[in-house]
């Protein structure tokens, strides 16, 4: 099993993410190593699509199953968490 840890800065200019991409298993388990306050959102992982684990909820089967995959998925979900920090509103 090996990993590799990113930074990532959304399209806002001021939320910040780290995550840790691990490869298992023929995909990639993305690890939400830091992101910024939900400001009083529900933290519910339904609502946030993180595990309580801080792994990114992807829907079984899937998994990214490249590191190219996997920091797109990354960078889509910080997209969305802010989304959701701002707004209230989730998706799926």
Known sequence: MSSISKRYRAKDGTSDFGFRFVEQDGHYDVVCTDRPSLRGRDSDGRKTHLHRD????FVE???PRSLSEALERARQWAEYLCRYIDSGETEG
Do not use: A, L, M, Y
Request: proline fraction near 0%; charged fraction near 30%.
């Open 54 to 57: 801080n792994r990114v909820c």
């Open 61 to 63: 089967g899937q998994e």
